[in-house]
């Protein structure tokens, strides 16, 4: 039977959050955000159903233009989701879920294109609507996502997006079952403090949960570490010196990913980093093989994918794995990566399910092609993302992926869901008691031991969460800019 979606009607809500303290990444330092909300009225096959989606709206990220201020990025992050929302109105009904999204996508790329948008801004919007009708159709079907996903109740066809993959199925390259738990992949960012004697008595933070990285790693029993760096070649070298010695001190086993945050115009400029690194003893430890994971988006979005790259790569063979992430906002941006020496991509929702599905798939391929070629890596990183929805949502698709370690940090930067009704809290710790426990003085945060998270309640759930109280997520309507 064919499964018939329609989206009659879109509402927004929004909380603004403030960060436990500053996050800084790249070219930003984020201290607060707002988390938008969207609700999907759905009509799967007559019957009207809401889903739910959400993202917080991070300064930069999407696209990392220096010269504007975020009072000015967030109208057009918000002009992206509302055109994406019209468009998805429009288009009345469709064959299956994937079909929605595939016409979806392609006018969203067509507008934005005239536009002059970017893409990773431009299907901030797409991927929005996309977990909401995903989000509505579980819950129409009264199955979670991973099932259906196998069983392909969502209608996707893997040969729409990457033309390899034509006549194949799904579930010939993921898990034969979703993950129960997930391996915490702890951010290091370029402002966090790694000891407790770092930090001020005036920046000191009474919430109960850990500040620095050696309060986390004692915490929560961390294993997996993304370390950011700046680009600066002085204050990398020290401030990775520092880290290499609290890691090999305290977690020797640790596995380390580095993220350039697209410091670097070209390889030549990294190599030259990276080199730089390699002669310095105390920093063996990260670079050792054994530890050091991968390299995720050392060059500028705007230079990432030139030919001149795949050219400067072939010339440095013993260069460190390396993927994208902020490159990676198209259909042809992972096939493009790999043509030129990158070795896979990351997944983060807002940069679309589907999409993530299908890369997901095509570098399972490309290792069973040429399984002397790799590694291929799709690793799971983070956008500072908090529950309960969007965090939920997230690790249902790393979980169905089978994506064992995953960054996570907005359990870092931000207090747990305490900025949520009390009533909504509770709910949550009893819905996602694997997830979620109480913090010393009452809010849920996540629940991290031996750095893994239980996350069963959530493959069991619709989309990752049972949540369905709109009405105390937020406050109705877009955030505006403050």
């Known amino acids: 039977m064919t499964d018939i979606v329609r989206v009659l009607e879109i509402e927004y809500s929004h909380r603004w959050m403030e960060t436990r303290f500053p996050f800084q990444y790249g070219i930003a330092s984020m201290t607060r955000l707002p988390h938008l909300f969207l609700k999907a009225k759905l009509q799967v096959n007559g019957a009207v159903i809401d889903g739910l989606s959400s993202e917080g709206l991070p300064p930069k990220w999407f696209t990392k233009n220096p010269k ?51 893409p990773l801004l431009a299907h901030l919007g797409t991927s929005l609507i996309e977990r909401a009708v ?3 159709f579980c819950r129409a079907k009264g199955k979670p996502f991973c099932v259906l996903l196998r069983e392909n109740g969502l209608g996707m066809d893997l ?8 006549g194949m199925d799904v579930k010939d390259f993921l898990p034969d079952v979703p993950l129960e738990c997930i391996a915490i992949r702890h951010t290091v960012g370029l402002g966090d403090p790694l000891t407790k004697n770092e930090i001020s008595a005036e920046d000191q933070i009474d919430d109960g949960l850990p500040h620095s990285l050696e309060e986390s790693i004692d915490c929560y029993g961390l294993l997996y570490f993304k370390v950011k760096i700046r680009g600066d070649l002085e204050a990398d070298v020290a401030r990775l010196k520092q880290i290499a010695s609290l890691l090999a001190r305290k977690v020797p086993g640790a596995r380390i990913t580095f993220d350039g945050n697209e410091q670097f115009r070209d390889i030549a400029q990294f190599r030259e980093h990276w080199e730089a690194y390699i002669r310095e003893p105390e920093l063996e430890f990260l670079l050792d093989p054994t530890c050091l994971l991968f390299v995720e988006q050392p060059l500028h979005r705007d230079f990432a994918l030139l030919d001149s790259v795949g050219a400067a790569l072939a010339e440095w063979p013993e260069a460190p794995p390396m993927i994208i992430d902020e490159s990676d906002g198209e259909l042809s ?9 990158y070795r896979g991509t990351s997944h983060k929702n807002c940069k679309g399910v589907f999409k993530g599905i299908a890369n997901r798939c095509l570098l399972r391929w490309k290792q069973e092609q040429s399984p002397e070629g790799g590694p291929w890596v799709m690793s799971g990183e983070d956008l500072a993302n908090v529950g309960p ?23 870092h930067y931000f207090a747990g869901l305490s900025m949520y009704p009390k009533g909504m809290q509770e709910r949550v710790l009893t819905q996602h008691s694997d997830v979620y426990k109480s913090s010393e003085i009452g809010f849920p945060t996540l ?36």
């Open 68 to 118: 504007t201020l975020f009072e000015e990025d967030l109208p057009e992050m918000l002009a992206a989701i509302e055109h994406a929302a019209k468009t998805a109105v429009a288009l009345g009904e469709k064959e299956s879920v994937f079909g929605f999204w595939n016409v979806l996508y392609r006018e969203q790329d067509a507008w934005s294109k005239s536009e002059g948008l970017p």
């Open 134 to 136: 995903i989000d509505g």
């Open 159 to 166: 040969g729409r997006i990457h033309s390899e993959l034509k």
């Open 333 to 341: 941006s992972l096939p493009r990566a790999l043509e030129l020496g």
């Open 389 to 411: 929805v969007a965090l939920l949502n997230d690790l249902s698709v790393m979980a169905s992926l089978g994506i064992d370690h995953v960054e996570r940090n907005g359990h």
């Open 447 to 482: 629940r991290i031991h031996n750095g893994m998270l239980g996350i069963r309640t959530i493959t069991e759930a619709a989309f990752g969460c049972s949540l369905d109280d709109w009405e105390h997520l937020g406050e109705p309507g877009m955030p505006q800019s403050e």
